[in-house]
């Protein structure tokens, strides 16, 4: 499985790789939602997205809309990694297409539970 990690902080961006490369995921990352939808252009479809609503360039809300609005990438799962915390803006990015919603300052166990509940990540049970 593939997830393109959109965000412009250079350190969100490694730890969210970090945290999805332990449960099996290869990564490619964006600083913002322009350079993302480039990347979808030149022919990735990422299993999922992992988005920062503030970025320059192109929002994450604004990502997520022009994603729903192309028929080439209804498929991908989306999921907002953001410290909008406001109810309305959570409202809005999942009415907009997002499936799931982390709000930052988050851990690894809160983005490997919300990956489980959208069917991408199966937690090893031990024996």
């Not at 902080?9 to 490694?14: C, G, H, Q």
């Not at 939808?37 to 030149?42: G, I, Q, S, Y």
Request: charged share 25%; with cysteine; proline share 3%.
């Amino acid at each position: 499985m593939h997830a393109l990690i959109i965000d412009d902080s250079r350190t969100m961006r490694s730890i969210l790789k970090r945290i999805v490369h332990e449960i099996g995921f290869e990564t490619t990352e964006a600083a913002n939602g322009q350079e993302a939808l480039d990347v979808l252009e030149a022919g990735l479809v990422p299993d999922l997205c992992l988005i920062d609503w503030n970025m320059p360039l192109m929002d994450g809300y604004t990502f997520v809309t022009r994603v729903r609005a192309d028929e080439r990438w209804r498929s991908m799962t989306l999921m907002m990694v953001t410290t909008e915390s406001e109810h309305g803006q959570i409202v809005r990015a999942l009415a907009a297409g997002a499936h799931e919603y982390v709000i930052k300052p988050f851990t690894a166990d809160a983005i490997v539970e919300k990956l489980e509940l959208l069917g991408l990540a199966v937690r090893e049970v031990p024996a």
